[in-house]
């Protein structure tokens, strides 16, 4: 049986593909209807969701000054909310939307004006019943200048949002086709009065209630007892997620049963762990990019030439080769990849050039050392990456100096607050999502300090373009500023590799890593 074949029906089997779609898919890959049916018997006995147990995990990326305040939230808590939040739509694996809170969605033809039907007796953690106006209030808080929300890029286009009966009409300044995508984003959990009474309670509508909060150590959960779709989340009595940032205790972890499942597998050992006995790796191709940020308003990254001059001085295919050991591929200096729809395929991929990287370092000016800074929580193999870097760019004359920052801190000291650092990015649903969080000019994490007016136009234009073709060449011709103009450096676009022990069950690979971090929630214990 192929790969393929059995990622399907483990699919199926989990409720997330039809009978009608697996069956169909099967066809097309030279399946008998027989044979077919047969693998849906035995995927789906196999994989029956069972009751009880504390399900654990082991993530990295975690500090102590971590909030679970979703406005605020960084790696670890992110995907902590994906256990005890509920959004008004998610993410399928195939890109797709799937209904969450919002049962029905509907918009004006010109894509100006959206409405959200909300579920019907849908309850909080605190027993209230979910409403529009919780809705309302959530996307109030979120677009607000002084939360800080990490969602704010995306939101910047509301003119207006209202409640009318069980309906959330959103109202935009400018259109935009791809509003439903944006409302997947991690930071928009839906909360009793959008959370500007106590964001930092934990509560939302999701399979399980927060019952620990041990920021850079631990968060646990146990079953929501009323959460409104039981039969497809919420298995376990209780979950835990363990805050795990070397890569080594995090195996370790797994190989000794402390945890179940764990994120940020580095490539270097994915052949020693498939050989041990009751794990496997789960290895899934995403938007997720790894990158080097150089703030574009902060000397001496403020010159255009020192940018440049630093971009022509990765090999990254030596980086995809010695650090991804080909579990990925090469970056272009901008964030989107073909798992994006119109990505732009025609754009000249940018390679190592250590005498052109010359030509532009000398013009700028600059001499000395340039300071980068990197950590092993940064990305799996950042470290070395940041070395590696600094071999190439020396053939090129540019002295690099890496200095590896603790763990515990680095989203909060360092990311965001040094001018040149490395760090990673799991993608968005759309283009016009990660261009909105990452570079629009007025996002709060512009962690590039990138502000360009031509940008921020076309990406407005981008989001209201109906025409996919004209939409694309927007998009291309934003990559292309972002690639020539910006201060990112994406050397690489990483798969998202998982390790999993056998005592787990309903494991699928979803868009990002531990089941785009939700594998606490759809995931059991076997036995």
């Not at 030509?359 to 300071?371: A, E, M, Q, T, V």
Request: proline letters at 5%; glycine letters at 10%.
């Amino acid at each position: 049986m192929s790969d393929e074949l059995k990622y399907l029906s483990y699919r199926f089997a989990a409720g997330r593909l039809s009978r009608r779609e697996f069956l169909g898919r099967a066809a097309a890959l030279g399946a008998s209807a027989t044979f077919a049916n047969s693998l849906l018997a035995t995927a789906t006995k196999a994989q029956t969701p069972k009751r009880g147990g504390v399900l654990k995990a082991g993530q990295s990326g975690g500090a102590a000054t971590d909030s679970i305040d979703p406005a605020l939230f960084s790696s670890v808590p992110a995907s902590f909310g994906k256990c005890w939040g509920e959004f008004l739509v998610a993410l399928t694996a195939g890109g797709g939307l799937e209904n969450r809170l919002a049962e029905e969605i509907g918009s004006s033809k010109d894509v100006k004006v959206w409405t959200f039907k909300i579920r019907r007796d849908v309850e909080f953690h605190n027993g209230k019943t979910v409403t529009a106006e919780d809705v309302v209030a959530t996307l109030e808080r979120h677009s607000n200048k002084e939360t800080k929300s990490g969602a704010l890029g995306i939101l910047a286009g509301i003119e207006s949002v209202k409640a009318d009966g069980r309906d959330v009409v959103i109202t935009l300044k400018e259109p935009n086709a791809e509003l439903p995508f944006l409302m997947t984003d991690y930071h928009l959990i839906i909360q009793p009065n959008g959370g500007k009474d106590n964001p930092t309670e934990g509560i939302s509508a999701g399979p399980y209630k927060v019952s620990v909060n041990e920021p850079g150590v631990r968060h646990g959960g146990e079953r929501f007892a009323n959460f409104w779709q039981s039969d497809k989340m919420g298995f376990a009595d209780q979950i835990e997620m363990l805050v795990l940032n070397d890569s080594t205790a995090r195996l370790s972890a797994l190989q000794s049963g402390q945890v179940h499942m764990i994120s940020g597998v580095e490539p270097k050992v994915v052949d020693h762990v498939k050989r041990m006995p009751n794990l496997k790796i789960e290895a899934l191709s995403g938007p997720g990019y790894y990158c080097f940020n150089m703030f574009c308003d902060t000397a001496p990254f403020d010159n255009p030439d020192l940018r440049m001059a630093l971009k022509l001085a990765v090999d990254r295919e030596e980086m995809v080769d010695k650090i991804l050991r080909g579990y990925g591929s090469v970056g272009n200096d901008f964030p989107v990849n073909a798992t994006y729809p119109l990505v732009p395929d025609d754009i000249e991929q940018r390679t190592f050039d250590p005498e052109k990287a010359a030509f532009h370092y000398k013009k700028s000016g600059h001499s000395g050392p340039i300071l980068f800074r990197t950590s092993e929580v940064a990305f799996p193999g950042a470290v070395d990456a940041a070395q590696l870097y600094q071999q190439s760019a020396a053939k090129a004359g540019i002295a690099i100096e890496v200095k590896r920052e603790p763990g515990d801190g680095y989203w909060s000291d360092v990311w965001l607050k040094q001018p040149f650092s490395a760090a990673y990015w799991s993608g968005r649903a759309t283009q016009g999502q990660i261009y909105a969080t990452a570079l629009l000019s007025t996002a709060p994490w512009n962690d590039t300090h990138f502000f360009n007016e031509r940008f921020d136009k076309l990406l407005l234009e981008a989001r209201g373009e109906l025409d996919q073709a004209k939409r694309k060449n927007l998009y291309r011709e934003m990559a292309i500023i972002v690639r020539d103009e910006g201060g990112v450096i994406v050397p690489m676009f990483n798969q998202f590799i998982d390790a999993i022990s056998d005592k787990v069950g309903g494991y699928v690979g979803e868009i990002d890593h531990l089941m785009n971090s939700t594998a606490l929630a759809k995931c059991w214990l076997e036995g």
